[in-house]
């Protein structure tokens, strides 16, 4: 079956320090989604990347979509305290209703 | 606006019993899913239905089932529950193929 691994596990960095988290895929993905849940949350929606190479930014983050588009990766400038949280990616297969989940990239950020 | 409501917010129950899970969205979505999350592992999908009148398996559908009453519920059913039952249940819908999964709140179930 499809899936989806999420480097690292675990980020811990001081307040300031960028961050970033990588999302590879065992299949050619339809498109790709980002998801933050904040602890004791709900996963809520960042964003979704659909053409091979995109890259979209929103504020201090950046998304980006591989050529192959098999994998991803969210890079946040100058992390702050209100970054915190486990980011997931989440990716569909061509024509799949299925929606693929990484197992997650949980950051702390040290003031 | 409501959007995605689950019930209950938290479940006790004891081995072999049963429970089911209610799920309604109120945003016209046509696809809704049934995730379970524990440490560590993630989001993993355990049914969704594409459309009202359709259900699927997913990742790890063993131990459950499904349905979906109308456009609007969803539910997930545990017949006999496990200790490795025990996790956090997050419904979540979408409007179609190429669009956001909104989610509910989530249900804490331990199984004891």
């Known amino acids: 079956g499809q899936q989806v691994m999420q480097i690292p596990q675990y980020q811990h960095v001081q307040e300031g320090e960028d961050f970033t988290t990588y999302c590879n895929s065992s299949t050619t993905l339809s498109n790709i989604q980002w998801y933050k849940q904040r602890p004791g949350g709900h996963p809520v929606f960042l964003i979704q990347?659909?053409?091979?190479?995109e890259v979209k930014k929103q504020k201090r983050l950046t998304f980006q979509f591989g050529e192959a588009k098999k994998n991803s990766s969210l890079h946040i400038t100058a992390t702050q305290t209100t970054d915190v949280g486990t980011y997931f990616c989440?990716?569909?297969?061509?024509?799949?209703?299925?929606?693929?989940f990484g197992k997650g990239t949980k950051l702390s950020v040290i003031p | 606006n409501a959007g995605v409501t689950q019930t209950p917010k938290f479940q006790v129950l004891k081995t072999g019993q049963s429970m089911t899970l209610q799920c309604a969205q109120d945003m016209n979505h046509n696809s809704m899913y049934w995730y379970r999350q524990d440490p560590g592992m993630g989001l993993r999908l355990i049914y969704y239905s594409a459309s009202e009148g359709t259900t699927d398996k997913g990742e790890v559908p063993n131990g459950y089932n499904v349905s979906r009453l109308n456009k609007r519920e969803f539910s997930l059913r545990l017949e006999s529950a496990a200790p490795s039952q025990t996790s956090v249940y997050f419904c979540?819908?979408?409007?179609?193929?190429?669009?956001?999964?909104?989610f509910g709140q989530g249900t804490r179930l331990t199984v004891v």
């Open positions: 979540a819908s979408g409007a179609g193929l190429n669009t956001e999964a909104f």
């Open positions: 990347l659909v053409k091979s190479g």
């Open positions: 989440a990716g569909r297969k061509a024509g799949s209703y299925q929606l693929t």
